[in-house]
DNA sequence: TAAACTCGTTACCTTAAGTTAAGAAACGAT
DNA sequence: ATCGTTTCTTAACTTAAGGTAACGAGTTTA
């Protein structure tokens, strides 16, 4: 699917809509200030001991985030079309401890976290949708962070299947394994049993 | 340690103040809206089912959040002195999935999230202090989430040891079985292996 | 075309967690 | 002080995940 400038301009305002509703003076200051940026598959967009100070909203393709422990990478997220991807630690202006790069070739919205104070004075609209956001995302991490806990390696991934059934069709099986916590001969190794319940 | 009006009052503006600089009468405001609560351990703050509206901060002891999966307790947090639980799913209004309940006599602010308008509009700086502190929180979360996802259930034991020494006193250790995803029995082996180890 | 690489699967052995059951220790209430 | 509940530990057995290695199918590269 290609993507014109106004199909994407569309799909952010779409995203916000969700929160608040924006004046057209409104939508042309964060249209104004949303960067549009092209990246191929593989692109590392961050690196661990890097300062991120960027947060990033997908409008295309696929973004993964990830810890390289004992040289083996540990996939903790995956990010697809419409959702946002704040990464931890930059309000503190801490080094990143993870990488993120592109599964994809991908089409992002850069948007830089040095929020403009003066823009919040001038547009309170736009720190109500700032806590808006974040309060969702935060309500939904916690709850994916309760359902991982809860759950056994094999629910998760009956899980995944159900709520995000285009992951398991779009990213390699390595990565899913190491997303649900396991080693990929693991996940294997699961699906065979699961085919076996089955019947 | 008894807490009298004064000192309560000077904990939660303590936590404030960590995110914003707030007036005399943005401070008083607060006061007003803040409702100290006590209760005994035991006690049942959130049912599942039950639709919960109410964020809390704890001034004093302990609170846990756990599911009930198949007759069984599964916690997935704890929140102690100067910590904030805004249960998640509010927001939307659905029923909670989980409960939440003192693991110890304890006092807790008690803020409605049914936040005023009109607040936010008079003092914006109340907006901007919601949505820092919730941005906090969010990255917070997030960092736990992926350490506990690329940890061993033995290395979430150490790092809690390590990071919350209290509440490895504090809690039961059936209870911190839960929390760190395995049963009491596989935590009492654990420990005999780690003396094991260390020696 | 051949070699190299990526990705998924299978097998064998080891390690650790789950299950069930039982008993010991600590704590509270009468 | 005693009874009962709660909490922790131990043991024997079962289940599933980790580590290592090898194989094969599909792609990419030379």
Redesign the interface.
């Known amino acids: 699917m290609q993507l014109n400038n106004d199909k994407m301009d569309q799909i952010l305002l779409n995203f916000l809509a969700r929160y608040v509703i924006l004046s057209e003076e409104e939508q042309n200051v964060i249209l104004e200030l949303a960067i549009f940026k092209s990246f191929r598959k593989g692109t590392i967009l961050l690196k661990e001991g890097q300062l991120s100070k960027d947060a990033y909203f997908v409008l295309q393709g696929c973004i993964r985030?990830y810890?390289i422990?004992d040289t083996e990478e540990?996939t903790?997220a995956f990010y697809t079309e419409s959702e946002t991807f704040?990464p931890?630690?930059?309000?503190?202006h801490t080094p990143s401890e993870?990488y993120v790069d592109c599964l994809e070739d991908s089409i992002l919205i850069v948007a830089s976290s040095e929020t403009d104070e003066e823009l919040?004075?001038k547009y309170?609209v736009l720190?109500?949708l700032?806590?808006l956001v974040?309060?969702?995302?935060?309500?939904?991490?916690?709850?994916?962070?309760?359902n991982?806990?809860?759950s056994t390696p094999e629910q998760r991934y009956l899980n995944l299947l159900e709520i995000r059934p285009d992951l398991a069709q779009r990213i390699p099986q390595y990565h899913l394994a190491s997303y649900l916590?396991i080693t990929p001969q693991s996940l294997s190794r699961m699906r065979k049993r699961l085919v076996r319940k089955a019947s």
Chains 1, 2 share one sequence.
């Open positions: 985030c810890y422990v540990k903790t704040n931890p630690g930059a309000l503190n993870y919040f004075v309170p720190e109500k700032c806590r974040s309060e969702d995302l935060h309500s939904k991490s916690q709850i994916a962070f309760d991982f806990k809860i916590g």
